[in-house]
T-cell receptor, first 114, second 111 residues
Framework: GQNIDQPTEMTATEGAIVQINCTYQ??????LFWYQQHAGEAPTFLSY????GLEEKGRFSSFLSRSKGYSYLLLKELQMKDSASYLC???????????????FGKGTKLSVIP | IAGITQAPTSQILAAGRRMTLRCTQD?????MYWYRQDLGLGLRLIHY???????GKGEVPDGYSVSRANTDDFPLTLASAVPSQTSVYFC??????????FGSGTRLTVV
C-alpha cells in the first residue's frame, strides 16, 4: 500500500516563494506527480519526477529524493491565481499498455494573500 | 468532444435509487479510472480498467460497479445509492505519455 503525507493548508504572500512538502512510504514506486486543482475544477498536471533531483518548469519546480521518500513543489513569484489545492501522487508500477494507478495525498490548500 | 466528457455535471439523487455516471474519452487511451473526492480524504480510486473488456477494484469499490465494453466508454453505476456516496466523482484516462487526463467531474448528492 501507499501512505502519502502533505500539509493540509498553507498561506503565502503574493510575490513570495512557497515550498509544499510531500513524504511517502510505498510498496512500489514508479514516479511522483504533482497536480494543481482549483476549487470546483478537475486536477491538472504540473510535474512528474521519476529520478532524484530538481525539475524546473517556469515558476514551478519539483524535487524528488527516492531514498528519503520525499518530494517538494516550489512555487516562485506567487500570484493570486496560484491559490488552489496541490496534490502529490505516487505512481504504482505499470500494469502495461499505459495503465498505472496513482495514489493521491489528501492535498495542500494554498492561499495566496496580497 | 476533446479529452474526457463526464455526465451529468451534477445530480441530486434519492437514496435507494440506481444511477449511472457516464464517462467518454476520444483519445483512444487504453486505461481508464474512476475516483471519488471527499473533503479531508482526497482522491480515492474506486475502479479501473487497463484495457477494453477488463476491470479491477480500487481502494473503495463497495457499492459501485463498472463496465468497459469498448475503449471510449467507462460508466460507473451505483446500484442502490446511499448518503455516504455523496461526493465528487472524477473519471480519468492514461496512456504511455505522462499523467492522467481528468474529466471535469460529477457532483453527486444522495439524500
Amino acid at each position: 500500500g501507499q501512505n502519502i503525507d502533505q500539509p493540509t493548508e498553507m498561506t503565502a504572500t503574493e510575490g513570495a516563494i512557497v515550498q509544499i512538502n510531500c513524504t511517502y512510504q510505498t510498496s512500489g514506486f514508479n514516479g511522483l506527480f504533482w497536480y494543481q486543482q482549483h476549487a470546483g475544477e478537475a486536477p491538472t498536471f504540473l510535474s512528474y519526477n521519476v529520478l532524484d533531483g530538481l525539475e524546473e518548469k517556469g515558476r514551478f519546480s519539483s524535487f524528488l529524493s527516492r531514498s528519503k521518500g520525499y518530494s517538494y513543489l516550489l512555487l516562485k513569484e506567487l500570484q493570486m491565481k496560484d491559490s488552489a489545492s496541490y496534490l502529490c501522487a505516487v505512481r504504482d508500477p505499470d500494469s502495461g499498455a499505459g495503465s498505472y494507478q496513482l495514489t493521491f495525498g489528501k492535498g495542500t490548500k494554498l492561499s495566496v494573500i496580497p | 468532444i476533446a479529452g474526457i466528457t463526464q455526465a451529468p455535471t451534477s445530480q441530486i439523487l434519492a437514496a435507494g435509487r440506481r444511477m449511472t455516471l457516464r464517462c467518454t474519452q476520444d483519445m483512444r487511451h487504453n486505461a481508464m479510472y474512476w475516483y471519488r473526492q471527499d473533503l479531508g480524504l482526497g482522491l480515492r480510486l474506486i475502479h479501473y480498467s487497463n484495457t477494453a473488456g477488463t476491470t479491477g477494484k480500487g481502494e473503495v469499490p463497495d457499492g459501485y460497479s463498472v463496465s468497459r465494453a469498448n475503449t471510449d466508454d467507462f460508466p460507473l453505476t451505483l446500484a442502490s445509492a446511499v448518503p455516504s456516496q455523496t461526493s465528487v466523482y472524477f473519471c480519468a484516462s492514461s496512456d504511455n505519455s505522462i499523467g492522467y487526463t481528468f474529466g471535469s467531474g460529477t457532483r453527486l448528492t444522495v439524500v
